[in-house]
């Protein structure tokens, strides 16, 4: 079993405000999702005549498949952030702590090999493509050859590898593309630019529906596996609040990117801050590029269909604060050692939680996975 450790400080004369707003419209929606309250305790505050003091809540989750069911029904429920937000008004402070079952963290971490900004070259692009609806099977063998030739139709770009997205993947759409460019320049226009093969072009939009697309130069990382044959590649998109304090964010950042040292079946990976989107689709510039294209070609089929399917899309391109990316051997690895790891739902996880006092990172988030022909990360 994981425990669930609570302990709430109320502001003097709300403690029973406190406790009834929580027993009333918390209690039975954490009980629904998984969540026993197993005990509880006050600790009165002294010397103090208001009702006030530490409220103290143990709860139970029965393993770890329950503990990852009950965090993604949180992040979906809008009423979890708002109890919750209604609470602190109650409070002084609160703290929330997960319990692994002794022996299941391992002894010491064993320190990976850092790797600094310097060792990457380039700059780096990887977008989360989404086909159109009812794509044939000639459409889509068309796309995947044109994102493989991606090198010789767009200005700047070096290398690209393309990954069919995997079941579990959310809010990724159906491929994985990374992209390799000279410079930011062109890595932030690579969608927008002139291709230099207008039929590669034209088979990418009638096969696309949508571009989430993200520019970087990864921070830090490693590769412990740099010829790591057909590996499952992860890729995490995610948003830091705009008003999270500086000062946790650059903790947040440095436990996700210590990740590795706990657990070993990451091979290779890198973390980066998102310079800004590379390129969009399927919003406002995708209309503008179909337009233009109709008024080069009035009699070209299909061009005034392809702005008002664009017109009426949208993209999440430009949102995304940071990029988290690893490689794993085999899909068990990021499916059970990565996930299941308590360094990550114990530690890591408190910067993601709505329930957290802690949380930076907004609840919407890409998390996609594929299995590629070789290491993208290695691409230096």
């Not at 008004?89 to 963290?105: I, K, S, V, Y």
């Not at 989360?128 to 044109?146: H, K, Q, T, W």
């Not at 510039?285 to 005034?304: D, V």
Request: with cysteine; glycine share 8%; aromatic share 8%.
């Amino acid at each position: 079993m994981i425990h669930v450790l609570d302990a709430l400080v109320a502001k003097p004369g709300r403690l029973d405000e406190l406790r009834d707003l929580l027993l009333r419209g918390y209690l039975p929606g954490a009980q629904a999702r998984g969540m026993r309250l197993l005990s509880q305790w006050i600790a009165p505050s002294v010397g103090s005549g208001a009702q006030s003091g530490e409220w103290i809540l143990l709860w139970g989750i029965a393993d770890i498949a329950a503990w990852w069911s009950m965090r993604a029904q949180a992040s979906l429920d809008p009423q979890v952030e708002s109890v919750w937000r209604e609470a602190d008004a109650c409070l002084e402070r609160r703290t929330r702590r997960m319990l692994a079952p002794g022996g299941d963290e391992p002894g010491e971490p064993r320190a990976r090999t850092r790797l600094g900004p310097e060792t990457w070259w380039g700059q780096r692009a990887t977008a989360l493509v989404s086909l159109r609806p009812g794509s044939g099977d000639a459409a889509v063998a068309r796309l995947e050859a044109v994102a493989k030739a991606l090198p010789r139709c767009v200005p700047g770009c070096r290398r690209s590898e393309l990954g069919r997205n995997l079941p579990g993947t959310v809010n990724g759409g159906d491929y994985t593309l990374d992209l390799l460019f000279e410079d930011a320049d062109r890595a932030m226009h690579w969608l927008d630019a002139e291709w230099s093969d207008p039929t590669a072009r034209a088979d990418w939009d009638a096969a696309v529906a949508t571009v989430d697309a993200v520019h970087y130069a990864p921070l830090e990382g490693g590769l412990d596996a740099p010829r790591i044959a057909s590996p499952i590649k992860r890729t995490l998109f995610l948003r830091v609040e705009p008003l999270a304090p500086a000062d946790r964010v650059l903790r947040f950042e440095r436990e996700l990117a210590a990740m590795p040292d706990h657990i070993p079946a990451i091979r290779n990976w890198h973390f980066a801050r998102a310079a800004g989107p590379a390129g969009s689709q399927g919003g406002e510039a995708a209309a503008q590029r179909a337009e233009g294209e109709r008024r080069r070609a009035p009699a070209r089929q299909g061009g005034e269909a392809a702005a008002q399917r664009a017109a009426g899309e949208r993209s999440h391109s430009g949102h995304w604060t940071h990029v988290w990316a690893q490689e794993f051997d085999k899909l068990d690895g990021l499916q059970i050692d990565y996930m299941v790891h308590p360094y990550h739902w114990a530690t890591v996880d408190r910067w993601f939680d709505p329930e957290s006092s802690e949380r930076v990172v907004a609840t919407e988030l890409a998390h996609v996975f594929c299995r590629m022909p070789g290491s993208v990360l290695a691409w230096t």
